[in-house]
C-alpha cells in the first residue's frame, strides 16, 4: 500500500522528508513552486533570475527542514525564505552596480557628483511595464507587502505571518505602498533608496 502524497498535510510531508522519502520534497515542489516563483518574480521583476531565487528558496528550506514549525503553514514558512532572498539579490545588484559605476582609482582623486545613468530609454509601452517600473523604487518592506496583497492576493494575516508583523503594520504599509506607487507613477520618475 503506498502513501498518497498529496493527501497529506504539509507537517506530514516534513515529517516524510525528514525520514528520507524524496518523494516528498517533489511534493512540496508541486505544491508551492509556482506560488514561489510568482511572489520572487513580482518582487523582483526578472523572470530569470526569479528562476534562479526560485531555486535558491527550495535548497535552503529544504535544508533548514528541520526547523520548520508543521504548527505553521509551510507556504508562509517558503515565503518569508524567498523574499529574504530577494532582498539579498537587491543588495548584491545594488553592490555590483555600485562597482559597475565608480570610477578607477587611478583616474584621480576628485570625486564628481554622481549623474543617474541613463535607463534604457523605457517608453511608456504599456501600463503594466510602467507600474512594474514604479513598484521597483518602493522601499522593499513596502514593495513586500503590495506583491503579497494586490499582486499575490494574500490575505492580510497570511501577510503578518508571511513577513512576522502584525496585521496593523500590514494595513499601514499597504497604505503607504499605494500612496507612494501613486505620486510615483504620476512623477514618473523615482529615487531608489
Not at 507612494?180 to 512623477?187: E, G, R
Request: glycine share 4%.
Amino acid at each position: 500500500m503506498s502513501l498518497d502524497l498529496a493527501q497529506c498535510s504539509d507537517g506530514e510531508l516534513a515529517a516524510l522528508a525528514l525520514g528520507g522519502q524524496q518523494a516528498a520534497y517533489r511534493e512540496f515542489l508541486h505544491r508551492y513552486k509556482e506560488p514561489v516563483y510568482r511572489l520572487i518574480r513580482s518582487s523582483i521583476g526578472d523572470a530569470d533570475e526569479a528562476l534562479d531565487l526560485t531555486q535558491e528558496s527550495f535548497v535552503s528550506a529544504f535544508a533548514a527542514l528541520k526547523s520548520y514549525d508543521p504548527a505553521r503553514s509551510f507556504q508562509a514558512w517558503i515565503s518569508r525564505i524567498a523574499l529574504n532572498k530577494c532582498r539579498d539579490w537587491a543588495r548584491r545588484r545594488a553592490v555590483r552596480s555600485f562597482f559597475t559605476r565608480a570610477d578607477p582609482i587611478e583616474d584621480g582623486f576628485t570625486v564628481a557628483a554622481e549623474l543617474p545613468l541613463p535607463d534604457a530609454e523605457a517608453f511608456d509601452r504599456a501600463e503594466l511595464a510602467r507600474v512594474e517600473r514604479a513598484m521597483a523604487c518602493l522601499p522593499h518592506r513596502l514593495r513586500e507587502v503590495l506583491v503579497l496583497r494586490a499582486i499575490e492576493g494574500r490575505s492580510q494575516a497570511e501577510a503578518a505571518e508571511i513577513l512576522d508583523v502584525s496585521e496593523k503594520a500590514i494595513e499601514t504599509r499597504l497604505y503607504r505602498a499605494r500612496l507612494q506607487l501613486s505620486a510615483i507613477v504620476s512623477n514618473k520618475s523615482c529615487n531608489e533608496g
